[in-house]
């Protein structure tokens, strides 16, 4: 009998996870649209000069700050610095959608790409 309480508890563990697992991502998209709606100081001095490469040069280095951001706070809760681990779980998350987005746009750029290198002139 005991098998078939801990298989239920299992379970219901497992729902737990998932419903904390999607109260992250809603954090984490809730952080981000608060981000993205901060204002801040205009990120390209020069002008519409750099458009695309400058744009997607902030993009990479935004990626890269919430990855080194997770991986320093990460390096603290092991440090014992750090006690919420809901924190830690937020940033890395954070940095893990980062990457994703960032992983489906190349994708989308090299799609884009190789359609117009298929094109004929």
């Known amino acids: ?57 902030h993009a990479l280095d935004a990626v890269n700050s919430s990855q080194q951001k997770a991986e320093d706070i990460s390096g603290a809760y ?12 937020l940033a890395r998350q954070e940095a893990g959608v980062a990457f994703e987005a960032t992983l489906q746009t190349r994708n989308r750029l090299l799609s884009a790409y190789q359609d117009i290198m298929r094109m004929g002139v």
Do not use: C, H
Not at 19 to 48: C, F, Y
Not at 78 to 89: I, P
């Open 1 to 57: 009998m005991s098998g078939v309480s801990g298989v239920g508890g299992g379970a219901a563990g497992l729902q737990q996870i998932m419903a904390m697992r999607q109260q992250i991502i809603d954090r984490s998209n809730l952080l981000q649209q608060v981000k993205a709606n901060a204002p801040e100081a205009p990120a390209t001095q020069s002008g519409p000069a750099e458009g695309f490469t400058g744009a997607l040069k």
């Open 78 to 89: 092991e440090r014992g610095e750090v006690t919420d681990v809901a924190k830690v779980m």
